[in-house]
């Protein structure tokens, strides 16, 4: 078993039991939080479709196999007449109706190496209002041995009438567990120490904690938690933690501080009485938010790190709320 499956045997026992009935669905909806390993089913789902002998693996792994169609957001500067795509170019804010039509047109053939053939649309909550209407075309009228496969970080989001022609599978957080084994496959030069503050830290997401790693997030979740649990009264830690993290060499570790401060105060909240829960429950909303916007509208931040630490110095001793 690969990391892919850790965690979602479930749902690949799924997809595999109609791909080997022959009573496939045509369109599929892989929904669950970012960085829990829908991609990669995505991409392993594919090639089962279309390479069931894996006899054109390298072409799947290198995304040049024909029938493999991928639909995602484009960079908003192309690349340059003989350039390589830059992976870490920034992207436009939508998958157009553009480019769903541009997919249309080449899905009036047949699939060129099999019969089968497979769009994946990563992520399919990336698709402009059209788009989706267009999409949903296809998936009314799916051409002759064509699947539709849906990567969905907010299935709610979706058109209901997108979610009611497909199949949905639904991913779950990772235990602890599941956690170590994915980190350990993927990422075997990672220390034990590391591994085990990935797993705290990327609260069941591997991609997530993929991206931490090399990060040295022990300091920062070693700061969260002094903030939770002694409330800060001089202010010492967030003034340390904002000027740590408004450094601009320290860009990956501020954005990774935004996700992880919201995933703390969901965690403290879990662990409240419902006399006391209202408290974090505002804190994680306020938390949310001002990590959407601190990206998003490019906010100070020293004034973001100390806010997000009030945040979490105001859960120590939360008060019960009067009726």
Same mark, same amino acid.
């Given at each position: 078993?690969?990391?892919? @499956?850790?965690?979602?045997?479930?749902?690949?026992?799924?997809?595999?039991?109609?791909?080997?009935?022959?009573?496939? +669905? +045509?369109? @599929?909806?892989?929904?669950? #939080? $970012?960085?829990?390993?829908?991609?990669? /089913?995505?991409?392993?789902?594919?090639?089962?479709?279309?390479?069931?002998?894996?006899?054109?693996?390298?072409?799947?792994?290198?995304?040049?196999?024909?029938?493999?169609?991928?639909?995602?957001?484009?960079?908003?500067?192309?690349?340059?007449?003989?350039?390589?795509?830059? #992976?870490?170019?920034?992207?436009?804010?939508?998958?157009?109706? &553009?480019?769903?039509?541009?997919?249309?047109?080449?899905?009036?053939?047949?699939?060129?190496? =099999? #019969?089968?053939?497979?769009?994946?649309?990563?992520?399919?909550?990336?698709?402009?209002?059209?788009?989706?209407?267009?999409?949903?075309?296809?998936?009314?009228? #799916?051409?002759? =041995?064509?699947? /539709?496969?849906?990567? !969905?970080?907010?299935?709610?989001?979706?058109?209901?009438?997108? $979610?009611?022609?497909?199949?949905?599978?639904?991913? &779950?957080?990772?235990?602890?567990?599941?956690?170590?084994?994915?980190?350990?496959?993927?990422?075997?030069?990672?220390?034990?120490?590391? $591994?085990?503050?990935?797993?705290?830290?990327?609260?069941?997401?591997?991609?997530?904690?993929?991206?931490?790693?090399?990060?040295?997030?022990?300091?920062?979740?070693?700061?969260?938690?002094?903030?939770?649990?002694?409330?800060?009264?001089?202010?010492?830690? $967030?003034?340390?933690?904002?000027?740590?993290?408004?450094?601009?060499?320290?860009?990956?570790?501020?954005?990774?501080?935004?996700?992880?401060?919201?995933?703390?105060?969901?965690?403290?909240?879990?662990?409240?009485?419902?006399?006391?829960?209202?408290?974090?429950?505002?804190?994680?909303?306020?938390?949310?938010?001002?990590?959407?916007?601190?990206?998003?509208?490019?906010? &100070?931040?020293?004034?973001?790190?100390?806010?997000?630490? !009030?945040?979490?110095?105001?859960?120590?001793?939360?008060?019960?709320?009067?009726?």
């Amino acid at each position: 078993m690969t990391s892919n @499956w850790i965690g979602h045997d479930a749902n690949w026992a799924q997809f595999s039991a109609g791909l080997h009935a022959g009573k496939l +669905h +045509h369109g @599929w909806i892989l929904a669950g #939080p $970012r960085g829990i390993g829908k991609a990669g /089913f995505a991409a392993r789902a594919a090639a089962a479709l279309v390479d069931p002998d894996g006899r054109h693996s390298h072409l799947i792994a290198q995304h040049n196999h024909p029938d493999v169609i991928r639909l995602q957001r484009l960079p908003k500067e192309p690349p340059k007449e003989g350039e390589a795509a830059d #992976p870490d170019a920034e992207l436009k804010r939508s998958i157009s109706i &553009d480019q769903v039509r541009e997919i249309q047109r080449a899905l009036t053939t047949r699939p060129s190496m =099999g #019969p089968k053939r497979a769009v994946i649309i990563d992520a399919a909550d990336d698709l402009e209002r059209g788009g989706a209407n267009a999409l949903l075309k296809s998936l009314e009228e #799916p051409p002759i =041995g064509t699947y /539709f496969i849906l990567v !969905s970080h907010a299935s709610d989001r979706l058109l209901p009438t997108i $979610r009611s022609r497909c199949q949905m599978l639904r991913f &779950d957080p990772l235990d602890d567990d599941g956690m170590r084994r994915v980190l350990s496959d993927v990422a075997p030069e990672i220390s034990g120490d590391e $591994r085990e503050l990935l797993v705290r830290s990327g609260g069941g997401l591997p991609g997530q904690a993929l991206e931490f790693a090399g990060l040295d997030l022990g300091e920062i979740e070693a700061a969260m938690d002094m903030l939770i649990n002694t409330g800060d009264a001089s202010n010492a830690i $967030r003034h340390s933690l904002a000027e740590k993290l408004s450094l601009k060499a320290a860009q990956t570790r501020y954005e990774a501080f935004l996700r992880r401060v919201p995933a703390r105060i969901a965690a403290f909240a879990r662990t409240q009485q419902p006399a006391t829960v209202m408290p974090a429950i505002e804190a994680f909303h306020a938390a949310e938010t001002l990590a959407a916007r601190a990206i998003g509208i490019s906010l &100070d931040k020293q004034a973001v790190v100390f806010q997000m630490g !009030s945040l979490l110095a105001s859960l120590q001793n939360p008060k019960p709320r009067s009726n």
